[in-house]
T-cell receptor, first 117, second 111 residues
Framework: ETGVTQTPRHLVMGMTNKKSLKCEQH?????MYWYKQSAKKPLELMFV???????ENNSVPSRFSPECPNSSHLFLHLHTLQPEDSALYLC????????????????FGSGTQLSVL | QQPVQSPQAVILREGEDAVINCSSS?????VHWYRQKHGEAPVFLMI?????EQKGHEKISASFNEKKQQSSLYLTASQLSYSGTYFC????????????FGTGTRLLVSP
C-alpha cells in the first residue's frame, strides 16, 4: 500500500459517456498529480496541483477536466473521449509546499485502466 | 526531451547483476528511479540530486554523472522480487515538480 487509492481500477466507456476518476491520498501531502501511461510510451504528466491550486497543465485536451477540492482528493472528469485516450491513468502525491526543483519523491496509486470504445 | 533508457529489456538469473542507464540531452538537476510491477503502482526507489553522489537501497544503488547527463542503476545479486519495469525520471532546476520519464527497462529475474 502506497497510501494513494484510486477508483475505479478498471473503466470501459463509450465516446459519448461522461465519467470521473477518483484519487485519495492518506499521506498528508500537499501536491497531487495525474499521469497517463500508454503502452510502450513513457509516463506523461498531465496535471499538477499544489495546495489545491493547479500549477501545471501539460497541454492536456479539454476533454480531460481535473478537480482538486482539497489536498487529499483529486478527480479527473472525462467526457467525449477518443479511443486513443485508452491508457492507465495514475495518480500520485508528494509532500509539496512550494519547494523548488524536482526533488520530491512521488507516491503513486495503482491506477485506473481506461478503455474507450 | 525524454531521457533514453538502456537496455529496453534484460533477463537475468537469480544472483546475477545488471546495470540500467538513463541518459538525458538536457542538464540534470535530479534523477528519480521507480520500479513498477505488472498491475501495480510504480514504487519509489531513490532520488539523486546534482552533485554526483551515489545512493543505495538494499542491493540496488545508483550513480549520477552530471557531465555525462546520465544516471545508472546498479542491481547486484538480483532477487526474484526485482522483476518489473524500471523507470527513470529526470528533472531540471526549473519546472517545479515536472519530471520527465523514460520509456522504462523491463527486467525479468528467473530462478
Amino acid at each position: 500500500e502506497t497510501g494513494v487509492t484510486q477508483t475505479p481500477r478498471h473503466l470501459v466507456m463509450g465516446m459519448t459517456n461522461k465519467k470521473s476518476l477518483k484519487c485519495e491520498q492518506h499521506l498528508g501531502h500537499n501536491a497531487m498529480y495525474w499521469y497517463k501511461q500508454s503502452a510502450k510510451k513513457p509516463l506523461e504528466l498531465m496535471f499538477v496541483y499544489n495546495f489545491k491550486e493547479q500549477t501545471e497543465n501539460n497541454s492536456v485536451p479539454s476533454r480531460f477536466s481535473p478537480e482538486c477540492p482539497n489536498s487529499s482528493h483529486l478527480f479527473l472528469h472525462l467526457h467525449t473521449l477518443q479511443p486513443e485516450d485508452s491508457a492507465l491513468y495514475l495518480c500520485a502525491s508528494s509532500q509539496g509546499g512550494g519547494r523548488q526543483g524536482t526533488n520530491e519523491k512521488l507516491f503513486f496509486g495503482s491506477g485506473t485502466q481506461l478503455s474507450v470504445l | 526531451q525524454q531521457p533514453v533508457q538502456s537496455p529496453q529489456a534484460v533477463i537475468l538469473r537469480e544472483g546475477e547483476d545488471a546495470v540500467i542507464n538513463c541518459s538525458s540531452s538536457k542538464a540534470l538537476y535530479s534523477v528519480h528511479w521507480y520500479r513498477q510491477k505488472h498491475g501495480e503502482a510504480p514504487v519509489f526507489l531513490m532520488i539523486l540530486l546534482k552533485g554526483g553522489e551515489q545512493k543505495g537501497h538494499e542491493k540496488i544503488s545508483a550513480s549520477f554523472n552530471e557531465k555525462k547527463q546520465q544516471s545508472s542503476l546498479y542491481l547486484t545479486a538480483s532477487q526474484l522480487s526485482y522483476s518489473g519495469t524500471y523507470f527513470c525520471g529526470t528533472g531540471g532546476n526549473t519546472g517545479f515538480q515536472k519530471l520527465v520519464f523514460g520509456t522504462g527497462t523491463r527486467l525479468l529475474v528467473s530462478p
